[in-house]
């Protein structure tokens, strides 16, 4: 049975405009066309069953607004060098302006919290392989103009070891993001949000998805309703101070039905994302 995946990208304003609570996702283009259990979305993903994160504390999270042609979307990213941000393919394939990156964040939505520091660039290299239609290789590098100065509230995360094979099964793991925290909310958490969330066998989550999962894709368990979602897509999914997955997509039935949510494996695109790590 053929279905579509439909992206959700999260619609924002200029942010002197902006009310956040307001936020919310809009489909923006096609996804999945292969055999799936159901619709899958894609770059809105939001933290669900969570808890606010203890303020500063995932120094390596970075948000980033993505000018389109349709208006403005918002992503997750995380820092892992001096001038490199990495984050989903999905989420600058196809901007047709800047980007503006913000550092230092809690309140994602504030532009007097004095620990933001903020960058506009343009300059993106996207996972040569990318696949919009199967969800493959979803990751890209975001390139900062500058190198940034470390302090408390910005650091590196750490990248696995050259020529690990860990699967990480059976780990639990950290996802972090200021995507909505319900599905009846249509709006951005205003505060960084995470969740815990245990590492599962490809296997079972393919059968779930019918197929679509291949080797590259991690998953995570949605038990008990604890998931990223709508805003989080190409955040980090961290353990052990390691990030292991990139937010890319999951079940278009709800963050809190169950269902895994899906992320590219960094050790997949360890070797690719270290060549051109600035």
Known sequence: MKTLIIFLVTIVVAQAEIDWSKVTANHVGPGL??????????????????????????????????????????????????????????????????????????????????????????????????????????????????????????????????????????????????????????????????????VIDNEPCNTRYLGAIVDSHLCADGISGKSSCAGDTGGPLVFDGVQIGIVSFEIILGCEVGWPSVYARVTYYNDWIRQYLK
């Open 33 to 198: 066309k292969n055999d799936v259990a159901s619709q899958s979305r894609s770059g809105t993903l939001k933290i669900v069953g969570g808890d606010e994160s203890v303020p500063h504390s995932r120094p390596y999270q970075v948000g980033i607004l993505i000018t389109m042609e349709n208006g403005v979307s918002f992503c997750g990213g995380s820092l892992i060098g001096l001038r490199t941000v990495l984050t989903a393919a999905h989420c600058v394939h196809n901007i047709t302006g800047g980007l503006e990156v913000i550092l230092g964040a809690h309140f994602i939505n504030s532009r007097t919290e004095k620990t933001q520091v903020r960058y506009n660039t343009s300059d993106v290299r996207i996972h040569p392989n990318w696949d919009l239609d199967r969800l493959q290789n979803d990751v890209a590098l975001v390139y900062l103009p500058e190198n940034v100065t470390l302090n408390e509230n910005i650091q590196l995360v750490e990248l696995p070891e050259v020529g690990s094979n860990a699967l990480y099964t059976g780990e639990e793991a950290i996802v972090t993001g200021w995507g909505k925290d319900s599905d009846d909310i249509d709006s951005l958490s205003p505060v960084l949000r995470e969740v815990t969330i245990p």
